[in-house]
């Protein structure tokens, strides 16, 4: 399957680069996109990674899923842009999963995609979503085509999730275990 991550300067460091790390082991393929002006995207901690592609060149149907890293990118940047909001709308309206991720799942929080629906998210950022159920003390949580996490802490458990609602739990323990160096 392929999964698309979108990145805005400030996107945090451990909850895209970890969870994509996860997905890849899991023979995923995940393609990278900036929404910035350049294919080249700054994180948190000043690391500057080379996207794939551009967000203008995505296009649903090519992706089985999409994910969004929290950071300061989902707040500042992502919150802002009407292409990414396009984005997230046309995967939910194809019935795609939509992995969010620390501060990002606002970005369907507010407009109502967690209604009567739980989720979880960094501590603070409940207060834009309207509708749905807080679930403050779970780390990762999936409910229907959403899987969303608290924080950077969960990153690797978050990409466990993703597998886990593709593939079934058994392969979530498959990839978990390798993680682990077991077999």
């Known amino acids: 399957m392929r999964g698309l991550i979108i990145l805005g300067d400030g996107f945090e460091d451990t909850e895209a680069l970890a969870s994509t790390d996860v997905l890849i082991r899991a023979n995923e393929k995940i393609i990278r996109a900036s929404v910035m002006e350049t294919t080249k995207v700054t994180s948190q901690c000043g690391v500057e990674i080379i996207a794939d592609m551009m967000i203008d060149d995505c296009h649903v149907e ?9 950071g300061k990118a989902s707040f500042t940047i992502l919150n802002k842009d009407s292409r990414v909001e396009k984005l997230i709308d046309e995967f939910i309206k194809e019935n795609k999963l939509v992995a969010s991720i620390c501060a990002a799942p606002h970005l369907l929080g507010r407009k109502g995609y967690f209604k009567n629906r739980k989720y979880t998210c960094f501590p603070g950022f409940e207060q834009y979503c309207v509708g749905g159920t807080y679930l403050s003390s779970q780390g990762v949580y999936s409910d229907d085509k959403f899987v969303t ?6 990153s690797i458990a978050f990409g466990l999730e993703i597998i886990k ?3 079934g739990e058994e392969r979530k323990r498959v990839v978990e275990l390798s993680l682990q160096g077991k077999r």
Do not use: E, K, T
């Open 149 to 154: 996490a608290q924080s950077m802490y969960y």
């Open 62 to 70: 090519d992706f089985d899923y999409l994910i969004i890293p929290g």
């Open 165 to 167: 609602y593709l593939y």
